[in-house]
């Protein structure tokens, strides 16, 4: 998406994550839109979505990237259609 021109940066996506039992374990605690630097991560069940691309380096989790919608918050640069847990979060 990004050689494509579809966005400009990682904070433009929204990713959803399919991953294996065992690694949905490890995701479930941490903050992985932060980790991966894009606007909102969501996790799936099903791993045989058919959406869903393989990374080259990880059999166990597929991802789909989506580009984000909503309103950008000036704070935190994530795109939402819901504010984040900041106080002064523009996006209402
Ligand atoms: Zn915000």
């Excluded at 490890?26 to 058919?50: A, E, H, M, Q, T």
Aim: net charge positive.
């Amino acid at each position: 998406m990004r050689n494509n021109k579809i966005i400009k940066s990682g904070l433009e996506t929204n990713i959803d994550i399919f991953p294996s039992a065992e690694f949905k374990d490890y995701f479930d605690n941490i903050n992985l839109s932060d980790f991966l630097v894009c606007s909102n991560v969501n996790l799936k069940k099903n791993i045989n979505d058919d959406r869903a691309v393989s990374l080259k380096s990880l059999n166990d989790i597929k991802v789909f990237v989506k580009k984000a919608s909503g309103q950008k918050c000036n704070y935190c640069w994530k795109i939402s259609g819901v504010s984040c847990e900041r106080k002064n979060c523009p996006i209402k």
